[in-house]
């Protein structure tokens, strides 16, 4: 893929997901994304509003911080369970194929 396709905003927010990630019980304050990613602090008001639209990311009221929203976990849920299941269908078709013909 070339650069041409590249979009500098959204890979901002991109960066900024991955700088939530891992921290869903603390949190992080807007100004540790900023200084974290060295962006301005209206770009993170901005890109965490924009991800708290879509469900990826939510404040935490007690703290004003902010960490990964349900979307992502469900979406990380959701691909568990589809590995689980293609699994159990490949051990079936792998006992189908592997046991000796009568």
Request: with cysteine.
């Amino acid at each position: 893929m070339t650069d041409r396709y590249l979009h500098e905003g959204q890979q901002r927010i991109l960066k900024v997901i991955l700088a939530l990630a891992g921290r869903e019980f603390a949190g992080l304050a807007p100004g540790e994304i900023a200084k974290g990613l060295d962006i301005t602090p209206s770009c993170v008001t901005r890109d965490l509003a924009n991800l708290q639209a879509a469900g990826f990311a939510e404040p935490i009221a007690e703290t004003g911080r902010w960490r990964l929203g349900p979307k992502l976990v469900q979406i990380a849920v959701h691909f568990a369970q589809e590995l689980k299941d293609r699994r159990t269908q490949l051990d079936e078709i792998l006992q189908r194929y592997t046991r000796t013909p009568s």
